[in-house]
């Protein structure tokens, strides 16, 4: 079965950090670009942040450049987000997602329709 877990979210202050995990079953990660994607209640879904398949590049939204951090693992089969210094504006459903997708600042990976795997996500709640 073919899956993706995230895990990491939380609740906390603003200026906090969290430490999201995205792990794949049934299939190998580093064939994909990996994406996280998040959305906030009455929000559309916002692509965040993605990593090339060998890891070599990434890119950001510029909402969270600078604060965000996206790395992967792909012997652990895994992906990770660091979220720092964090704004109540943060607050959201963290998802990640696999696709055949370029990753670059001249892509379009921020398109959600592209992607063919998607985890359950994870709540991040940033407040006081």
């Known amino acids: 079965q073919l899956q993706l877990v995230e895990s990491g979210g939380g609740l906390v202050p603003p200026g906090g950090s969290l430490s999201l995990s995205c792990a794949a079953s049934g299939f190998t990660l580093a064939y994909y670009t990996i994406t996280w994607f998040r959305q906030a209640p009455g929000k559309e879904r916002e692509g965040v942040s993605c990593?090339?398949?060998?890891?070599?590049?990434?890119d950001y939204a510029d909402s969270v450049k600078g604060r965000f951090t996206i790395s992967r693992d792909n012997i652990k089969n895994t992906v990770y987000l660091q979220v720092n210094s964090l704004k109540p504006e943060d607050t959201a459903v963290y998802y990640c997602t696999a696709g055949p997708t370029a990753c670059h600042s001249g892509s379009d990976w921020y398109l959600s329709p592209q992607y063919q795997y998607w985890g359950q996500g994870t709540l991040v709640t940033v407040s006081e």
């Open positions: 990593i090339s398949p060998g890891g070599t590049s990434s």
